[in-house]
């Protein structure tokens, strides 16, 4: 039987792995609503825009884009366009809602926002330049 060997490079299999906690942090720090109480609780005067939003397309499109990555898949290339647009756009509208509050801003909400930033800007370029790797004449979907 012979054994396949995975080429993935180690700098994507790193960010393959930072996708799949960010989709995971999404999926269950969304049902916490991050301090705010379980989401199923409904509690009153809670914007329920952002954790509908991550556990409906966040988590899973960062998961899904996560394991097509780590396997050199198509669909994990596309997937990753698709959530670091995400990534941006979520962040962006965050930003917005955060300094129309004015100061003190809440780091733990800006933190994670900046991180997603820059891991959106790192997957755009770095998988620019590595679309050969998915898009070879091997077939791989």
Known sequence: MAE???????????????????????????LFMWGEGFLLSFPEGVDYTFPITDILVNAPASILAAIGLWRLKRYGFVAAYFVAGFYVYASVEIFVHVFQAGPPFATEILVP???????????????WKKQDIFFDEKGKA
Not at 14 to 30: E, H, K
Not at 113 to 127: D, E, F, K, P
């Open 4 to 30: 396949t060997q995975n080429n993935t490079p180690i700098f994507l299999r790193v960010i393959s792995v930072i996708l799949f906690l960010f989709g995971v942090f999404a999926f269950f720090g969304s």
């Open 113 to 127: 926002q900046i991180l997603a930033v820059m891991v959106a800007i790192t997957l755009m370029i770095y998988l």
